[in-house]
């Protein structure tokens, strides 16, 4: 954990239930799941709307805080610079457990679950100079530039990687400069975002199973984490802020 957290201004687990039909749209639905959801999290008291979404938050001035969003077709949860990864998984498995019931989904209905790992660098710098030099400038692509007379106006590079034989798991690794719509758990501001997405593809044979497949995933974004993520994403973006002072 002091691994994934030390080397950027905030790290977060989110997870995002993607399904096929419709959520819901009933006042008491909605409400009766955020009461649940506040009676085992009770820091979790805001409700907030946004563009197509309405969420459960608790402080988000915190360092450590919690949120809980409801759009048409999916259910997305997050945990912002966790104490452990356990708290965060605790978090989102509690989720995974409840909201089915209230919400009436079938293992047919699942599209996909995802599990992302955030790293966010506040910084004053320019953003894509920054990632281009930690991540692009020693490679063919930065051939492209010519640093003596031309600046970098986007980069923001991405890459999709398929995990086992079966096909229905990937691997998303991306980093972002640019500020997103407000949705739940956006802090606002512009930091260079580094995620990493593992993502399992549905359908399920049982609800049972979401349990299992967030084991398999957050296994598989561990390991990922730990032995590419951080070498080769956010050590150098790290490094390359450390030096700008």
Partial sequence: MS???SLCSDFYVNQKLGLKLDLPERRETVLDLFDRVRRTFPRLTTFQRYEGEVALESDSAE???QWVALRQTSIRSGHVNPATLADAYNFHKSLLEVAPYFLSISPLDVDMLEVVFGFDFETEHD???IVFDALLANSPLGGLVDAGFESVLEAQ???AISLGDRGNMQAVFEVRTRPRMPVAGDRGGDPISVFLTVRRHGPLASLDELKSAFGTIVGHAELLAEQRVIPNLVAPIHEVLQSRG
């Fill in 157 to 159: 590079p991405a890459l």
């Fill in 127 to 129: 953003k894509d100079a």
């Fill in 63 to 65: 360092r450590d805080w």
């Fill in 3 to 5: 691994s994934f957290s």
